[in-house]
């Protein structure tokens, strides 16, 4: 079946550096969504990404959507504490029938102060 | 507009037990999803519900089944609980269609012993 895999597992930064997870797809995409999960937390919606080369910004955040709707990636600048957590990428499949989100493994981001 | 509502928040079952878990949607959602997430793991789809119907299923034995009432809320069952069963469980809702983002609940934190 369809596989999401997200690299890194695990990212540990200094509060002020970027960050970038990964995430890539054998197949085709439709499009591809991004969640974060707070530690004790449950996962939250961040955004969609539907056309092939999409970026989007949320303030410190850039979502791109690869040119062959394969990969995507989430960029934060300057990381700050508040960033703290794991960060999901969840694709459908391309084909229509199923409405259930694939979700990668997600990557853990560590913030030292 | 309250959010998606789980219930209990903790459970906590011997093993060859019975657990339901309760799940009620944001109005207006359709569909209802059930994830299992394992201790500093990612989601594992276990279920998808639309219009009191299942529409999917995960690669999760038989024992783990559920239902979606016809307003919309759901239940998740886990007959015969097994040790590797304990797992935050998270329900999910949406619009029915592949342009939505989901909406989780808090979780339902299993423990098995």
């Known amino acids: 079946g369809q596989q999401v895999m997200q690299i890194p597992q695990y990212q540990h930064v200094q509060e002020g550096e970027d960050f970038t997870t990964y995430c890539n797809s054998s197949t085709t995409l439709s499009n591809i969504q991004w969640y974060k999960q707070r530690p004790g937390g449950h996962p939250v919606f961040l955004i969609q990404?539907?056309?092939?080369?999409e970026v989007k910004k949320q303030k410190r955040l850039t979502f791109q959507f690869g040119e062959a709707k394969k990969n995507s990636s989430l960029h934060i600048t300057a990381t700050q504490t508040t960033d703290v957590g794991t960060y999901f990428c969840?694709?459908?499949?391309?084909?229509?029938?199923?409405?259930?989100?694939?979700f990668g493994a997600g990557t853990r981001l560590a913030v030292h102060p | 507009e309250a959010g998606v509502t789980q219930s209990p928040t903790h459970l906590i079952k011997t093993r060859g037990q019975q657990a339901t878990l309760r799940c009620s949607p944001i109005?207006?959602?359709?569909?209802v999803y059930w994830y299992q997430q394992a201790l500093g793991l990612g989601l594992q789809f276990l279920l998808w519900y639309d219009e009191g119907e299942e529409r999917n299923r995960g690669n999760f034995p038989p024992r783990f089944s559920g239902r979606q009432f016809p307003n919309y809320s759901s239940e998740l069952n886990v007959n015969a609980l097994e040790l590797e069963d304990s797992a935050l469980y998270l329900c999910a809702s949406s619009f029915q269609g592949a342009d939505y983002g989901y909406t989780f609940g808090s979780g339902t934190r299993l423990t098995v012993v």
């Open positions: 969840a694709a459908r499949r391309f084909s229509g029938g199923y409405n259930k989100l694939i």
């Open positions: 109005s207006g959602h359709t569909s």
């Open positions: 990404l539907v056309k092939s080369g």
